[in-house]
């Protein structure tokens, strides 16, 4: 009887169109909703046609990706984003404000690589750890490309990848107390503009300031 009625509970939530695997908290205000868009093939080389596109509309609470796919942000965020997948995911970073406390805002457990791009004004704010130690902090391969702004204040550092970290373009604002951007293996720079204050001298690694 057990599992006749998880059967049918699932059914109804695939029928609902419910299963994005993309997780809420539960206080979360946050909402998902399947676009209608079809993603193409951008600036990082990566043809996105095959991959589901999904917009979420940012509130308070933490959101959980954990499938492959393209995510279009927008709107503010008390909390953090986390990815912890097998493939690819995109996210791209639409005029969001991201404020996060004791934990990166932005945080890549794993992932093939993660892709992230930005458009419009974008700000992110994280007091974070002496372990998870940046705003926007990557276990695996992490670009970050666009036409857009983004704008970041850390406690720590600013995006830290431990993997390689590629940055193919965009407007950079950071305020570190420790390193603007660092990367374990390797750190590459194709374009871009930069403003990077630090408060600290410190070498750990390498690092741009």
Do not use: H, Q
């Amino acid at each position: 009887m057990k599992k006749k009625i998880i059967l049918i509970v699932l059914v109804v939530l695939i029928a609902c169109g419910l299963l994005v695997f993309v997780s809420l908290n539960p206080a979360s205000t946050s909402t998902i909703t399947e676009s209608t868009e079809k993603a193409t093939k951008d600036e990082s080389g990566v043809d996105w046609s095959t991959y589901t596109v999904y917009d979420i509309e940012l509130g308070n609470g933490n959101v959980s990706i954990t499938k492959a796919g393209v995510y279009n942000l927008s709107g503010k965020l008390n909390g953090k984003i986390t990815i912890n997948t097998n493939d690819n995911v995109k996210i791209i970073l639409n005029g969001v404000n991201i404020k996060s406390s004791n934990s990166p805002a932005i945080y890549i457990v794993k992932a093939k690589n993660t892709y992230i791009e930005i458009k419009g004004k974008n700000t992110i704010k994280s007091t974070t750890t002496d372990k998870l130690d940046a705003a926007i902090y990557s276990k695996d391969d992490l670009y970050l490309y666009g036409d857009g702004t983004l704008t970041i204040n850390s406690n720590k550092d600013g995006i830290a990848g431990k993997d390689d970290l590629y940055i193919l373009s965009g407007t950079y604002n950071i305020t570190a107390t420790n390193d603007g951007i660092k990367g374990k293996d390797t750190v590459n720079i194709t374009n871009g503009n930069f403003t990077i204050n630090r408060s600290e001298e410190r070498r750990v690694g390498k690092e741009c300031r």
